[in-house]
């Protein structure tokens, strides 16, 4: 049984073999970091033209190259999928990988509606498979701070927070699909999905909102969901809120947050010229509990590139750890669970590691209500399921 386990866990024998279906401007970060992620290995990449395809060839030789998603999912030697394609397909994909006995992580949104992250749900308790979606803020030096140290008790109870993002309009996507209603589902669904799975991760000890107001404006032929301003408040009963605001009318990428509770606040900033750079400035700044002065936390790199890598790394040890348990219960001779959260209470301690701060497994026991809980090793374990935040669909 330990022998199984060092196996999967990449201590021994071969690595994970991934296949990336997407090779647009955000999945070629993703093969780079795939080929980073320790115990993984880029296997074969599905593309949507052949100027994509020669792209891929070229940059990742020994990997094998289709046209058709659909010839990769057949691939019994692929292990794992990651899927970075335009929105409107992330369900029907996923869906089909999941049912190809694939673990799969999935670019947010989890879908465009709440009827197919309903389906997503339901194929991973079918298949027992890992499905892990790519809220990488989770695996943020900076933002994920933020969340131990609302966890920790450093501010107190939370009773306020700003997430505030200004930035240049969003690019194009392949043939134009971002600025399509009905491919993008939402402009919300593009970055302030990141900041709602934020401030319900930050402040999950509040239970779920009760009350969301959201407005917002838009320049002339913008579809219905698609501002290029945007706000919305969450109130909780407890008498906390939060306000999300994004302008897309502005420049380069500035991000800010400010969170007050009873005895203390946090305030973090992050800017580039670009929301992809290599290079940005960022800063996090705390006044504890029973302090009267702020203090400079000392950070490491951050931003979605370096989060990508983390992303990428702790699906490989989602997915590892979750096959070595099937494989010892199986080594028991016991029969094996539904989904990873069917052991989640007499098996906390393993099952809290599968998750690992962005890449949060989708399932939940039957009898369990949706729930904002993650169960990364730097939270408190939730027995009631492993959840991520299902999309914010307009």
């Known amino acids: 049984m330990v022998a199984g386990f060092a196996l999967w866990c990449g201590q021994e024998g071969e690595a994970m073999r991934f296949g990336l279906i997407g090779y647009g401007a955000w999945g070629r970060y993703h093969a780079e970091a795939i080929g980073k992620a320790p115990g993984a290995e880029l296997a074969a990449i599905a593309c949507a033209s052949e100027a994509t395809a020669a792209a891929a060839r070229q940059r990742h030789p020994s990997a094998k190259v289709h046209l058709d998603w659909r010839h990769l999912l057949a691939d019994r030697s692929i292990d794992a999928v990651d899927i970075v394609v335009p929105n409107h397909l992330h369900a029907d994909i996923a869906m089909a990988a999941l049912e190809a006995g694939k673990n799969v992580l999935l670019e947010k949104p989890m879908a465009a509606s709440i009827a197919d992250c309903d389906r997503l749900v339901e194929a991973v308790r079918r298949t027992g498979k890992v499905l892990s979606v790519g809220h990488e803020f989770r695996a943020s030096t900076q933002w994920g701070l933020i969340h131990r140290m ?102 380069e990428h500035h991000h800010v947050v400010e969170v007050a509770g009873r005895e203390g606040s946090i305030r973090a900033w992050w800017s580039g010229v670009m929301d992809r750079t290599a290079d940005p400035r960022h800063e996090l700044k705390i006044q504890r509990r029973g302090r009267t002065q702020s203090e400079v936390v000392e950070l490491g790199p951050s931003g979605e590139v370096f989060e990508l890598e983390e992303e990428l790394a702790a699906t490989v040890r989602a997915s590892s750890i979750w096959t070595a348990f099937l494989l010892a219960v199986s080594l028991a001779g016991k029969s094996s669970p539904a989904s990873p959260s069917s052991y989640a209470a007499p098996f906390s301690n393993i099952t809290s590691s599968l998750v690992s701060i962005s890449a949060c497994i989708v399932a939940l026991p039957a009898s369990a209500s949706p729930a904002f809980n993650c169960a990364c090793p730097s939270c408190s374990f939730n027995e009631s399921g492993l959840v991520l935040l299902s999309a914010i669909a307009s």
Do not use: C
């Open 150 to 251: 609302i966890r920790d008790g450093e501010i107190g109870e939370p009773l306020y927070a700003n997430v505030s993002l200004f930035r240049f309009p969003y690019r194009q996507g392949a043939g134009g699909w971002r600025y399509d209603g009905g491919r993008v589902g939402s402009w919300i669904l593009e970055e302030p999905v990141h900041f709602f799975d934020m401030l319900m991760w930050w402040f999950e000890g509040l239970g779920d909102p009760h009350v969301v107001h959201g407005f917002g404006n838009a320049k002339d032929g913008r579809s219905q969901g698609m501002y290029d301003n945007f706000s919305a408040v969450m109130r909780w009963s407890t008498g906390a809120y939060a306000v999300v605001t994004q302008t897309l009318a502005g420049f």
